[in-house]
Each structure stands twice: as structure tokens, then as C-alpha cells.
């Protein structure tokens, strides 16, 4: 088993990359994913979450977690992300523990696709690091389009994000992502090609 890490800032098309990785062949374990199940109800972190925020970031009429609504107040008073990344984090960090657990001793090339791989210290125990960069005028345009936010909510994640130049430093591999899909894709057949050829020397 090969494991490699995948990350980059918000809007940079790292989840798009990992999506095409996925196509090529690679196991994917979405950070995000697991972070979003830790918050349904009856999830690992829903009943911490709630108890800090108070039933205010519940759906109207629902006991789902509204995640817009809850982004909005963490993403405006840094203590309060610190308050919900020291719940949600945890149960992220064991659930991937345990997918790697369940993956030892295949010959899959895994890719850990998260956003704090370098905040959480997790590149240190991965093979190698990828990540995605995108100039901030596309990221932002990315998020306007796909996400339906707003220049003063994309540039306030950003600036709550480790800035790209930090993640590029500690990086194995760099993607730039400020072309074409079809650019993207033929990265990630270069970067396949390069994790087959890593896997395959053990």
C-alpha cells in the first residue's frame, strides 16, 4: 500500500483532482466526506457540536446541522473554528486510521484527500505529498460559480487556510491548476504514473 496525501487551499480543484485520481484507479479517502458524516445526527461530533453552538446551527425543523450556517459564525471568530476543529478533528484523524487499518498489506495506492493534512501533522507519517495551487483570482471565481459564495466569504476562508506557498514548501508534488480540465487531467495521469512507479519500488 502506497499512501499519499492531497491537499491545497479552498477553490484550488483538489477535490476535482482527487476525483480524477479516483478514475485512475486510486482508492480515495475524503476527509470531508467523513467530516460531513461526523455531523449527521447521531454522528461522532454531532452531539459535541451542538452542545458548543446551540441548537441555532440546527435546520429549520430538522435535526440536521445547517452547514452554511455554521461555517458563517466559525469562519468570523477564529476561537470559534479552534472550538469546532478540536471536536470534528479527532474523529476524522481515528476514522482514517481505521480505513488505513482495513487497507494495510493490499497493494492499493491510497490517496488521502484533506485540507489540514499540514495543519493535523499527518504528511509526516504519508509516502508523499501532493499539493494543489491555484492563483487566487481563479479560486475565488471557482467558489462564486460552484459554491455560490461571495468574494468577502471565499477570501475569508482563504485567509483562515494555511497560505499555498507554506503547503508548496513541504510538497513532494506540485500541481498548478490555473489551466484547462484537460490541463488537470494530464496532470493526473503524470501524477498516477509517478505513484505506480513509487508503489511499484516499494
Do not use: C, Y
Not at 81 to 106: C, F, K
Amino acid at each position: 500500500m502506497l499512501v499519499a496525501g492531497l491537499t491545497g487551499g479552498i477553490g484550488s480543484g483538489k477535490s476535482t483532482f482527487a476525483r480524477m485520481l479516483g478514475e485512475r484507479g486510486a482508492e480515495i479517502i475524503d476527509a470531508d466526506e467523513i467530516g460531513r458524516q461526523a455531523l449527521t445526527p447521531g454522528g461522532p461530533a454531532w452531539g459535541s457540536v451542538v452542545d458548543q453552538f446551540g441548537d441555532e446551527i440546527l435546520a429549520a425543523g430538522s435535526m440536521e446541522v445547517d452547514r452554511k450556517r455554521l461555517a458563517a459564525i466559525v469562519f468570523s471568530d477564529p476561537g470559534k473554528l479552534a472550538a469546532l476543529n478540536a471536536i470534528v478533528h479527532p474523529v476524522i484523524v481515528s476514522t482514517i486510521a481505521d480505513t488505513l487499518e482495513t487497507l494495510r498489506g493490499t497493494d492499493e495506492i491510497v490517496i488521502l484527500d484533506a485540507a489540514l493534512i499540514v495543519e493535523l501533522g499527518l504528511h509526516d507519517g504519508l509516502d508523499l505529498l501532493i499539493v494543489v495551487s491555484s492563483d487566487e483570482t481563479s479560486r475565488v471565481e471557482r467558489l462564486k460559480r460552484d459554491r455560490r459564495m461571495t468574494e468577502s466569504q471565499v477570501l475569508a476562508r482563504i485567509a483562515a487556510q494555511k497560505p499555498q506557498e507554506e503547503l508548496e514548501a513541504v510538497a513532494d508534488v506540485i500541481v498548478k491548476n490555473d489551466g484547462s480540465l484537460e490541463r488537470l487531467e494530464t496532470e493526473a495521469q503524470r501524477v498516477m504514473e509517478l505513484l505506480r512507479e513509487k508503489a511499484s519500488h516499494g
